[in-house]
């Protein structure tokens, strides 16, 4: 195909631009990423218009240098306060991404609904009418006065229209939708995502406002654009879960001002998003009592323990090459489990399909969870139940050790406050702990123990 006059071709993850075609970016080093769009007339940063008239910046020594707190914002939801590093930093540009139907509108709108109390919020929309936004907010409840809606996308009249209210807060929904007329190619292209976002991003800036930026994924789950956008933001936010499920999980993975571990966890209801404050609660809500190859164990996201359910089904294989399968950790780590166990501790597992879930929906792959699964695996595979109130947590080594793990009491305080009273831990991490009154330690070193200490378990 020949190349249009004036056409470059831009890599759709990092954003790379070439005169032609190219098999493989020499950026990312990513294959068939490559799309042809329009050239973008360069412009000058004063023709640009740039806020505040700046068309450069004096140095400064790193001593002159002044330190202040960032000045944050709570947004009245402390999941979302807590993904966020503890609220939103005035001038930041936060991108929030995420399934159609997931709820990424409806959180965005109620955090409109909760800041529009003290401050002055815009909500801009591309894709839905005042009409269609109106109908979800009476959903929510009421809205204060300070309020505003906006359908357009052309964002050079945007900008002058938030250069002349000066809100405090602004959403756009979704940044595919948004266009400059500078720009000839498309909405949603790779140039047209690339250039409103850095509008957006002069405006933030420049003006102190801060902007929620939604963004569509791609089928293989990742903001769709190229992947500079998420470079340019200060804040990135993912939405998972199933839409056809109640709870959504928030997760933190890059934040410029706080930590990326953090996740928020929400349900689905009528009225929209409600926050989970015991997600280990919520997790093992539903969990069989006396049945085999269900083991509760515990992860640490960021600084939250959260308890969840492992489950495992072996079963003999009607095939001469048998069946494995992994939801909600990793496919791998489960084979290399099997594998060990088979190895160290004489299961027989190559003649058995395994099938092993983490209740819930969550999708972890934190070492921590390997006892939980070896533990499973061996339940299921022997047809004998693990007591219930008992809580395993360690990692496994190929050796058939199990290691020690990190933030061991949080967890042991976790699960006590939650009704369990028998914990199985690395022998290793015993000694750091703080033991709570009325809880049994059991100590494991390796899998030779951990299968003795199942024998007299049940």
């Not at 914002?73 to 993904?83: A, F, K, P, Q």
């Not at 001469?320 to 190895?343: C, F, I, Q, S």
């Not at 092993?356 to 792959?365: E, F, R, T």
Request: aromatic fraction near 6%; proline fraction near 3%; include cysteine.
């Amino acid at each position: 195909m020949a190349k249009g006059k004036g056409n470059v071709f831009f890599c759709q993850e990092c954003g790379y631009e070439s005169a032609k075609w190219l098999g493989q970016c020499p950026a990312c080093k990513a294959w068939n990423v490559f799309v042809e769009e329009p050239a973008v007339k360069k412009i000058s940063a004063r023709q640009g218009g740039l806020i505040g008239g700046r068309t450069g910046a004096a140095e400064k020594r790193l001593s002159e240098i002044s330190m202040e707190k960032e000045e944050r914002m709570l947004t009245g939801i402390r999941e979302l306060d807590r993904v966020l590093g503890g609220g939103v930093v005035s001038g930041s540009l936060v991108l929030v991404g995420g399934d159609p139907g997931i709820g990424k509108s409806t959180l965005l709108l109620q955090v409109c609904r909760n800041l529009a109390e003290t401050k002055k919020v815009y909500y801009i929309s591309g894709e839905e009418s005042l009409q269609q936004i109106k109908l979800r907010a009476d959903r929510i409840g009421t809205f204060s006065d300070q309020f505003f809606l906006l359908c357009e996308t052309n964002l050079e009249w945007i900008r002058e229209k938030l250069e002349e209210a000066k809100p405090d807060i602004v959403v756009i929904d979704s940044i595919q939708t948004m266009m400059r007329e500078d720009v000839s190619s498309a909405p949603g292209s790779v140039s047209q995502v690339r250039e409103s976002t850095g509008l957006l991003m002069q405006i933030a800036k420049g003006l102190g406002i801060s902007i929620f930026i939604v963004g569509h994924v791609t089928k293989e789950g990742v903001v769709a654009g190229p992947r500079v956008l998420e470079h340019m933001v200060d804040t990135v936010l993912y939405f998972e879960g199933d839409r056809h499920a109640a709870y959504r999980i928030l997760r933190g993975v890059k934040n410029r001002f706080g930590s990326t571990n953090e996740i928020g966890v929400f349900e689905m209801r009528e009225n929209g998003l409600e926050e989970v404050e015991n997600p280990s609660e919520y997790m093992l809500n539903g969990k069989p009592q006396g049945a085999s190859g269900s083991i509760v164990t515990c992860a640490i996201e960021g600084t939250r323990p959260i308890l969840l359910e492992v489950q495992a089904l072996v079963c003999k294989t009607n095939f001469g090459l048998p069946r494995r399968t992994a939801a909600g950790t990793d496919y791998n780590r489960v084979n290399l489990l099997m594998a060990v166990l088979e190895k160290r501790g004489g299961l027989r597992l190559s003649e058995c399909d395994a099938y092993i879930n983490i209740a819930g929906g969550l999708k972890l792959n934190e070492p921590s969870l390997d006892l939980g699964i070896v533990m499973a695996i061996i339940s299921s595979y022997r047809d004998r139940a693990v007591e219930d109130k008992t809580i395993v947590f360690g990692e496994v080594g190929l050796a058939g050790e199990v290691r020690g793990i990190r933030m061991c009491e949080a967890r042991v305080k976790e699960a006590f406050k939650l009704g369990f009273r028998t914990c199985v831990l690395p022998k290793v991490s015993l000694s750091n702990i703080e033991v709570p009154q009325g809880m049994r330690m059991v100590g494991i070193g390796n899998l030779g123990e951990v299968m003795r200490w199942m024998e007299g378990a049940g």
